[in-house]
């Protein structure tokens, strides 16, 4: 195939082993999907529609994502970053409090109001926080009891993060097995962690195995920097996927 969305398939993950299903072709959401400035809206909703996606996530709560959203006309819906890191995405300010993490009962009536319907992009391994961390509990306690999808970043990030951008990133702090603990404490959790837990595989394999709750999506493969080609190629059938939510802004040619 000639042009592969990183962007866009169903979300439906099985357990690894499991037989793979039929392809899909029907409408599908985009549930990693980010805002940049530098971005064309219009390119980019194009990609949205080529690829039959019918609504995207978009995370953050800069004044970029407040515009796309407005513009998107339902077709966009806001997820919450967590916590703030500034220098990520480019961010000037993520909540009204302009604090690192934002009040939870302001968490509470934004997604009460509908102006938020996740809890994601979780950037925690940015802030040098590992997904357990007790300043993360709150959020995670109140996405369980509101029945809200959790998207977590784990695995790497690009070269030289800890220098160019986010000086607390720490490599072991991606790793799948840290999340285990979460899914413990909340069994009605339900969380998809992004890049597919990469290069991590055998520890996504496991949790996929243990916790049927539990997603992945695999944005941002296409970028070599971030998965090398051979890994690239060889993601879907060492996690036994039978579906993919598939993100991030970058395009995969094949």
């Known amino acids: 195939m000639s042009a592969l969305s990183v ?40 990609e949205l529609e080529r690829f039959h996606a ?29 916590p703030c890191v500034p220098k990520l995405l480019g961010l000037k300010a993520c909540y009204p409090s302009r604090t690192f993490a934002p009040p939870v009962e302001w968490v509470r009536a934004e997604l009460a109001a509908g102006r938020i319907v996740a809890l994601g992009e979780v950037v925690a391994i940015y ?40 000086a607390q990133f720490r490599t072991y702090l991606g790793r799948p097995h840290l999340l285990e603990d979460v899914l413990v404490r909340h069994p009605r959790f339900r969380a998809f962690v992004s890049h597919a837990g990469y290069p991590y595989g055998d520890e996504m394999v496991a949790l996929l195995s243990v916790y049927p709750n539990l997603y992945v999506d695999i944005a941002a493969i296409a970028m070599p920097a971030f998965v090398p080609r051979p ?24």
Do not use: K
């Not at 357990?15 to 530098?38: I, N």
């Open 231 to 254: 890994g690239v190629l060889r993601l879907p059938s060492t996690l036994g996927l039978s579906g993919l939510c598939q993100s991030d802004h970058v395009w995969l040619r094949l």
């Open 127 to 166: 802030g040098g926080l590992s997904p357990a961390d007790s300043v993360l509990e709150p959020y995670f306690a109140l996405a369980e009891q509101a029945v809200v999808p959790v998207g977590i970043h784990m695995g790497i990030g690009p070269p030289n993060t800890p220098f160019d951008c986010c």
């Open 54 to 82: 019918v609504r995207a996530l978009v995370s953050g709560l800069d004044s970029g994502v407040t515009d796309w959203v407005a513009r998107g006309q339902g077709r966009l819906l806001r997820g919450l970053l967590l």
């Open 7 to 46: 962007s866009l398939l169903v979300v439906q993950v099985a357990a690894a082993g499991a037989r793979a299903s039929a392809p899909y072709y029907g409408p599908v959401v985009d549930v990693h999907f980010h805002a940049f400035h530098r971005d064309s809206f219009a390119v980019r909703v194009a």
